[in-house]
């Protein structure tokens, strides 16, 4: 089972935002992982990872300032996003990036599934050579 340490990331995020980061290590998400998952998936969030995951609080601002080529790549069976809005959060932001939901994939195969893997390596190549 999922376990999300809601007190100790209160507690944390109030620590950081007077300056104080000493225990931002602390794990603050488990994964209910098996013995064989747990060789190629992160078990654990500390506060640190947990947050970098996270979007600023205005996210729309980070997406209108990003520079470079921008592709956005998700599953249209994410369990973790509501990936069908991010056509219209990309385009609100003023951006003309292209937005790919591959069929079928949630969030954590988005990383693992051979097919999902070879749209993000091909995604690559055409904001590399485009």
Known sequence: MLSVGIPR????????????????????????????????????????????????????????????????LAGDADESFNTQALHGIVRSAGKDWPVLLLPGIGHIPLTLDPEALKAIVDATMQLHYH
């Open 9 to 72: 990331i209160v507690a944390l995020y109030a620590l950081n935002a007077v300056g104080i980061r000493y225990w931002n290590y602390l794990p603050v998400v488990r994964f209910a992982l098996t013995e064989e998952a747990k060789k190629f998936l992160t078990p654990e969030y500390g506060f640190n990872l947990a947050m970098n995951f996270a979007p600023n609080q205005d996210y729309k601002l980070d997406l209108a300032n990003a520079k470079g080529k921008v592709a956005i």
